[in-house]
Nanobody, 123 residues
């Protein structure tokens, strides 16, 4: 089965850090673009990072310098290190993947979705 398994969410105070993991099975992440999308309560999905062999690492301005996406090919797992978290970054974080290797921070065109992991940032 093709699967993305996201983990690592939790409750953290503002200014704190979390590292999310996205373990892939049934396909090789290195051949795909991988991204993290956030869905805040009552809002649409918002891309917070993307990595691909074609585009490297892509971030929106809002998280540059604080979030780092990475990928461990040996473990077939992607990560999102989030530092200096803000309360408005509370939401469910989804890892997604698509075969095109082209990064986008939009929510459309992703072939595989993980189940999401909840991040709550308290003020």
């Amino acid at each position: 089965d093709v699967q993305l398994q996201a983990s690592g969410g939790g409750l953290v105070q503002a200014g704190g850090s979390l590292r999310l993991s996205c373990a892939a099975s049934g396909f090789t992440l290195d051949n795909y673009a991988v991204a993290w999308l956030r869905q805040a309560p009552g809002k649409e999905h918002e891309g917070v990072s993307c990595i691909s062999s074609l585009d490297g690492r892509v971030y929106p301005d809002s998280v540059k310098g604080r979030f780092t996406i990475s990928s461990d090919n040996a473990k077939n797992t992607a990560y999102l290190q989030m530092n200096n978290l803000k309360p408005e970054e509370t939401g469910v974080y989804y890892c997604v993947a698509r075969i095109t290797r082209m990064c986008t921070l939009g929510s459309l065109g992703w072939h595989y979705w993980g189940q999401g992991t909840l991040v709550t940032v308290s003020s």
